[in-house]
């Protein structure tokens, strides 16, 4: 009976023991979860005002409130009160202080500020350039699971311009970073398994992440796409399919891509993949790409209005027309110019070409 009384005693002592620790640790426990969640509504107003969520923008708040935060230890407020400094966002330009704020936060463990970091070592942004601490700094964040760190880490050692250029390392980081639906190692991948760089040459799985590289919204992967497409590249596992070339390369255009803006308008003036021709659409595409620099439009768009195709025939804007094309070595641009010279007559020169954009067809989602 003794024996039981003494056993019943310890178990008392040792669960109030355990009590009293778990007590303690708990009151602890409370303290700091209370002081993290104040840290992170400092940050969170701060963003706020930083990007005008909810409220007006005000630099200067934002930095106040970034400042307080980043201090009591909060890596994303440190990271961004870096950036603040160094864009000169609520007060005047600090770059010391800025990479200061930005390295504490890598050194704490922020893959945003790691990778800022390592780019800066990459160029000697702000730090010393150094290509070894680059890839230290976009290793860690590569390592915690960043898919920008791991397809920047990946093309680190594609560039066969680098010191550290290794073809299997940077297949390894972009399939990491390419299984998270990062764009620029998607694309980085399709043209290295197309070229066989450091992996066995292999078309099915180039194309693969190349259509996966079009529908995140790659410029030049959608150009690619529409291109196989259009013309059934041989060798490559692309029909031929004008519908799919024309949704492709609308997709191109809506991104600015002059090359695509110009193969749009082939399309519809030669009836491909379109309900019929339109000329005048076809025009409005050519002169898009012309103006953005891109040559074999501006050539075409001189032969419409030499022509008067699409547009109002007029001499001098399509002598202008030639001459740009001309001006980059296009051949038979310059020889309109010659054939131009000759036959000329005084026409105004259409300084504001007044084309109003054309209402897209029912069913297509062409933005002008």
Request: hydrophobic share 40%.
């Amino acid at each position: 009976m003794k024996i039981y009384l003494i056993l019943l005693a310890l178990l008392l002592v040792g669960a109030g023991v355990i009590w009293g620790a778990r007590r303690r640790g708990g009151k602890t426990h409370m303290t700091s979860f209370l002081s993290g969640a104040k840290i992170d509504g400092l940050y969170k107003e701060g963003m706020s005002y930083r990007h005008g969520i909810g409220v007006d923008f005000d630099y200067p708040r934002a930095r106040q409130l970034l400042g307080q935060a980043a201090e009591m230890g909060h890596t994303g407020a440190q990271y961004e009160l870096g950036l603040m400094l160094l864009e000169a966002l609520g007060g005047p330009r600090d770059e010391s202080g800025g990479m200061g704020w930005i390295e504490r936060a890598a050194k704490g463990g922020n893959v945003h500020a790691q990778l800022h970091i390592g780019r800066c070592c990459l160029i000697g942004d702000g730090i010393e350039r150094s290509v070894k601490n680059a890839e230290s700094w976009m290793r860690q964040a590569a390592d915690a699971g960043s898919a920008e760190a791991q397809s920047a880490l990946g093309m680190l050692y594609r560039d066969k311009n680098s010191p550290l250029c290794h073809f299997a390392k940077a297949i390894s980081w972009l399939t990491k970073a390419a299984e998270q639906n990062e764009p620029a190692a998607l694309f980085a991948l399709s043209q290295m398994y197309e070229h066989g760089e450091g992996v066995e040459k292999n078309i099915r799985t180039a194309d693969g992440w190349l259509l996966k590289a079009a529908q995140q919204g790659v410029p030049e992967a959608m150009l690619k796409v529409a291109k196989f497409y259009r013309n059934g590249a041989f060798g490559h596992f692309f029909p031929q399919d004008s519908s799919a070339a024309l949704e492709w390369y609308k997709r191109a255009a809506a991104c600015g891509v002059a090359e695509a803006e110009y193969e749009l308008g082939l399309l519809y003036e030669n009836n491909e993949g379109v309900a019929e021709p339109d000329i005048g659409y076809a025009a409005h595409c050519y002169l898009k790409a012309a103006y953005k620099g891109y040559v074999p439009a501006q050539y075409r768009v001189g032969q419409l209005y030499l022509y008067g195709e699409g547009v109002v025939q007029n001499d001098s804007e399509a002598r202008r027309w030639f001459v740009a094309a001309a001006a980059h070595g296009h051949v038979e641009a310059a020889q309109q110019v010659k054939k131009l010279r000759a036959r000329i007559v005084q026409q105004p020169v259409i300084e504001q070409l007044d084309l109003p954009p054309r209402p897209p067809e029912r069913g297509t989602d062409w933005q002008g």
